[in-house]
């Protein structure tokens, strides 16, 4: 049968006067390398898209990820399908969203999250199959733990420990996979760049030299749940004030995940781990900076948000910028034989070596304590959905952070991208008990 996405494909609106201006990307075809032995994940929390140089961030903060960019197959226009760990990584490790797995994760207030269904496959249960020993290494508990973890032989969780020593316990469990005789694979999940953006202080520099907020915000913890309690009923000038704080913080945190990435590469490299073996580096989803006038992430489905970094590498790599829109449960049916092995039944996503450039691409979270938020990118447009009913357009191309509703100059458009999203509306609908979706209004 084939996928939903497919059926939304081929039900792609014809161009209308309005989007004239909006082809999609032409379609190439893109060869992957030979398959590889073994498999590294890094996976990198809250990250923004923006923050790495190569996507336009200034003061060269990511040396090592734009230049490891520059070497790989990299997808230039990639999405996580949410906006926070547990969704986004389903989509990541499933090669299909919670919605096509009978879920739509959600994020009760205190934590404390529901498991996976029993039967929701994701890659540590393929890789076994096909003999490989695993091990992950995680600095977010999520990975740990509600059916991430199933499969896994070995999960080290180290909750919230920042990226050092992350690297240190996740090279530690080299020699043991390396001397197991199976194929093996690490995956490696970062968090340096989730509040409380707490890199050693060393890398703190520029966030000391801003004058001090009224907290001290180095221990993390207490002093972060005061400034977002106070943050809504500040005067002008302490809202900007807390909002350069936090700024300064998170680019400082995106600078040393960069340099801890880079050392994990590195001591994977002297390990010879890397000889054999496919990496694939990912950010989960991204975070808000006020750009749409909230803080953190699972708050919208809004680009900064939406948008992820993913890079796949393997020694024979021809490097390649992917320009086609792919999105997280692309990456399985990418991956599977970059190891020589079948893309699994039941994945929604498609190789990149054969990614439609004019297929919708889709975007479900849940924030916490309101209602559902989807979007769907089509060419050059994104439709952003809330079920209270709330829709706006954005022109992709003319406007990437998605600052102007442009919904009157393109009325077709928006009635097109309804269509093209209402299927994805029924399937999560029936989903999630506790709202139901209004009809999109303009
Ligand atoms: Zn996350």
Redesign the pocket.
Known sequence: MPSLLLLAAACAPSPTPDDTACDPAPAVQIELPDPHRNLVVISI??FRRDAMGRYGASGDPTPFLDALAARSLTLDDHASGAS??YP?MICALGGRCGEAMGVVPEAPEGGAFADMPADADLLPTWLRQAGFVQTRVTA?RILAQYGFERDVDRVVAMPSEGGDAVVAAALAELPALQADGRRWSLHVHLMDT?APYQPPAEWLGDVYALPPLPWDLDPGGDAWSQVADTYGDADDDLRAQIEEHFTARYAAAVRYQDAVVASLWDGLERAGALDDAVVVVLT??GEQLWDHGLWG?NRSVHVEERAAVAMLWSPDVAPRAVAAPTTHHDLVPTLMPMLGLDAPEGVEGQSVAAVDPDAPRFALTWPTGSAPQQAVDWRCYTLTYGWQGAASLYRRDLDPTEAQDRWDGAPVVFDALIDLLDPEIARAASLVDAYVPAPPQR
């Open positions: 929390d809250t926070w760990t986004s977010n989730h989960d989803h992430h």
